[in-house]
């Protein structure tokens, strides 16, 4: 799916639906274990907002219907506080599948343009300084679409006068080593 | 005990006033500590949607850093917590993820062996340093504050777990008591506030956001115990407001900026000058309420 320019993208492509279905290296039970009984949904404060609320999705897992479930664009909304898996009463670690749905989904062509350039944009500043770096944050997640600008003028309004952005880059002594994780993260997860 | 503190991105970056707050409360606690030497982010709620097993490495960086320095490792960011809680969990849980992440560590030069001690600062202040400390810190008692802990979701997973009920925590409450202020109850004080989900979907993070401003608007304040949402409940006010049909102005602190006034820190010290949603009404209320118990002697009793 086009050249990967980076290894945020690279890490994404490695995503398969062999990875959620195997449940490969999860803490924490499979989705076979789920008995539907919605615990999840409940305790989910963007299941409203959900195609397929994490019930839904363990059922889609089940019924072998991966597919469905990564193109329903749920798993963007996870916001990753893992109340259900705390409370899933069959100890399904519910949390990590729907980050697995998550990565499958951002690969995608159609997920979100938004979410897709924020989350790289994010972890690329990681990749680079070791820490977010909010101007560059700023430069990467804006150069893209410059209008998203309208929407968060007031935002950043705010934060320029309150005296919290930070325009200096982090500076950790091993971001080399830092970005060379990334790089050996993708070479683990791609192994066979 | 000996204590490295380990900040995380937020503190650092866009919720400056919580770090400020924060350094400036444990030094009047007599708390000592040194920053962790050379931290790293912990991938916040990002890092999951990138790699798996980066987000459990990138926290247990940190983890082996707080190894190094033979101290616990503190942390006021209660998304950082959360990461960090997983990544001790997943390693000893699962060796071959503690084998893959090691394997991602040794390009830094460090190993995580398992052995790091974690702690919330909420924890370190309730437990470690202690009520009754704390109570004798106060100069200035919040009598007739009223204030709404926000706990958020530290309440998922293993946060609360480690020193608190999971479903029902009580020492934030305690805390804000032991400073003279009246702890109201709400429903939502244990929800997840969506994070960054408020930057990149705002209709859904401001709805959120709505409903704990509103749950909570019988307070004069809401109080948080993280960095990210102390920048969420204060930033969309506006925007929740729409969705809710009402106008939210609900000062929201984080809890060393509250523990700071009590102790009769200066606002500046304490980075109040910060907060988007202006607090001074808060001394307002809190003179009023010094002028009413004028006999009060320092703190209420926790439940």
């Not at chain 2, 008591?177 to 929800?191: C, H, I, P, Q």
Request: glycine fraction near 8%; charge should be positive; charged fraction near 20%.
């Amino acid at each position: 799916m086009g050249a990967q320019t980076n290894t945020i993208d690279k890490a994404w492509t490695l995503q398969t639906p062999e990875h959620v279905l195997a449940a490969r290296d999860l803490v924490g039970n499979d989705f076979s274990l789920c008995y539907q009984c919605g615990l999840c949904t409940g305790s989910c404060r963007t299941a409203y907002a959900m195609k397929y609320t994490p019930r839904q999705i363990m059922n889609l897992l089940q019924l072998g219907r991966e597919d469905e479930a990564i193109a329903g664009g749920s798993g963007l909304l996870c916001t990753a506080c893992f109340a259900c898996t705390f409370r899933c009463p069959r100890g399904v670690a519910i949390t990590d599948l729907m980050g697995a749905i998550q990565r499958l989904t951002l690969h995608q062509k159609h997920a979100d343009p938004h979410i897709q350039d924020f989350y790289r944009a994010f972890m690329r500043t990681v990749e680079r300084h070791g820490r977010f770096h909010e101007a560059e944050f700023v430069v990467r997640y804006y150069a893209p679409n410059p209008l998203r600008l309208r929407e968060d003028i007031r935002l950043a309004l705010m934060l320029l006068t309150k005296g919290k952005v930070t325009l200096k880059a982090p500076k950790v002594k091993s971001r080399k080593g830092i970005a060379a994780m990334f790089r050996k993260a993708v070479e683990i997860e791609g192994r066979p | 005990m000996k204590y490295v503190y380990y900040p995380g991105c937020s503190a650092s970056t866009t919720s400056k006033e919580a770090e400020e707050s924060l350094q400036a409360a444990m030094k009047a606690l007599g708390v000592e500590w040194t920053e962790l030497e050379d931290w790293n982010c912990c991938g916040a709620a990002i890092g999951i949607g990138t790699s798996y097993l980066l987000s459990i490495a990138l926290p247990a960086r940190n983890l082996a850093l707080a190894e190094r320095a033979e101290s616990e490792l503190v942390t006021g960011c209660s998304r950082c917590f959360l990461n960090l809680i997983r990544a001790i969990h997943y390693t000893h849980e699962n060796p071959k993820v503690h084998e893959e992440v090691n394997e991602l560590l040794a390009e830094t030069g460090v190993q995580y062996s398992g052995t790091a001690r974690l702690r919330h600062i909420l924890d370190v202040i309730v437990y470690d340093v202690g009520l009754d400390v704390v109570a004798e810190r106060v100069t200035q008692p919040l009598n007739g504050l009223r204030v709404a802990p926000y706990y958020g979701c530290c309440q998922g997973m293993w946060t609360y777990a480690q020193f608190d009920s999971t479903e029902n925590p009580h020492c934030f409450d305690q805390l804000l008591a032991t400073l003279g202020a009246e702890v109201v109850d709400y429903e939502l004080k244990t929800a997840c506030c969506g994070g960054t989900i408020s930057l990149y979907k705002r209709s859904v993070g401001a709805n959120l956001i709505g409903d704990l401003l509103a749950g909570a608007s019988h307070a004069d304040c809401i109080i948080t115990a993280c960095p990210q949402c102390l920048f969420n409940l204060n930033s969309f006010q506006r925007e929740a407001g729409k969705i809710k049909g009402t106008k939210f102005n609900i000062p929201v602190l984080f809890l060393t900026q509250m523990m700071g006034i009590a102790f009769g820190l200066p606002k500046k010290a304490l980075g109040l000058q910060r907060n988007p949603v202006p607090v001074d009404s808060l001394y307002e209320k809190i003179a009023a309420g010094a002028a009413v118990s004028s006999g009060a002697a320092g703190a209420s009793r926790p439940k």
